[in-house]
Nanobody, 118 residues
Framework: QVQLVESGGGLVQPGGSLRLSCTAS????????IGWFRQAPGKEREGVSC????????EYADFVKGRFTISRDNAKNTVYLQMNSLKPGDTAVYYC???????????WGQGTQVTVSS
């Protein structure tokens, strides 16, 4: 089972940017589909973005389109989520997984906290 580690979260003001990283220490991620998810307090986990392992095609949830960008750097074995124009509603713990849909994820990492607040 591929174990992924998320990093890059933090506290940022509205309108600011953060770049999250998703990496694995024992597996090459270049052929894996990687999805980013988030879970805010009291809410269900929701899909944010996904990048295909076969052709690097991407998809985004409507609420982040035009603001977030998913990409991969195979040399660094890392998938990134660049988050711009952050809003307070983006506050959540962000997770990555080897799937685009949460129903296909059997276990989750610790995630990385993103807090958007003035």
């Amino acid at each position: 089972q591929v174990q992924l580690v998320e990093s890059g979260g933090g506290l940022v003001q509205p309108g600011g940017s953060l770049r999250l990283s998703c990496t694995a220490s024992k597996f090459a991620l270049d052929r894996y589909t990687i999805g980013w998810f988030r879970q805010a307090p009291g809410k269900e986990r929701e899909g944010v973005s996904c990048i295909s392992g076969s052709d690097d095609s991407t998809e985004y949830a409507d609420f982040v389109k035009g603001r977030f960008t998913i990409s991969r750097d195979n040399a660094k074995n890392t998938v990134y989520l660049q988050m711009n124009s952050l809003k307070p509603g983006d506050t959540a713990v962000y997770y990555c997984a080897t799937a685009c849909r949460a129903t296909f994820v059997s276990s989750w990492g610790q995630g990385t906290q993103v807090t958007v607040s003035s």
